[in-house]
């Protein structure tokens, strides 16, 4: 279980718990349900890299902890 640290930069700042095996897809709707906002207007980065809805956390080496900037669309 991880749980990952997604700052928008705008004051608001959310944890969300989930596992290595979700996808970007699954964790755009666990912070769209805390939020409020559509998970499909949610752009989640790391420095320069936008990360796409298929792919796994695993595959993009996101691990316990980890801050993930949080922009809308």
Do not use: P
């Not at 989930?18 to 349900?33: R, S």
């Not at 906002?37 to 790391?46: E, G, P, Q, S």
Request: aromatic share 8%; charged share 35%.
């Amino acid at each position: 279980m991880l749980e990952i640290t997604c700052n928008d930069r705008l004051g608001k700042k959310v944890r969300v718990k989930c596992n290595e095996d979700d996808t970007i897809g699954d964790l755009k709707k666990l912070i769209a349900a805390q939020t409020g906002t559509r998970a499909d207007k949610i752009v989640l980065k790391k420095w320069y890299t936008i990360f796409k809805d298929h792919v796994t956390l695993g595959d993009y080496e996101i691990h316990d902890g980890m801050n993930l900037e949080l922009y809308y669309q």
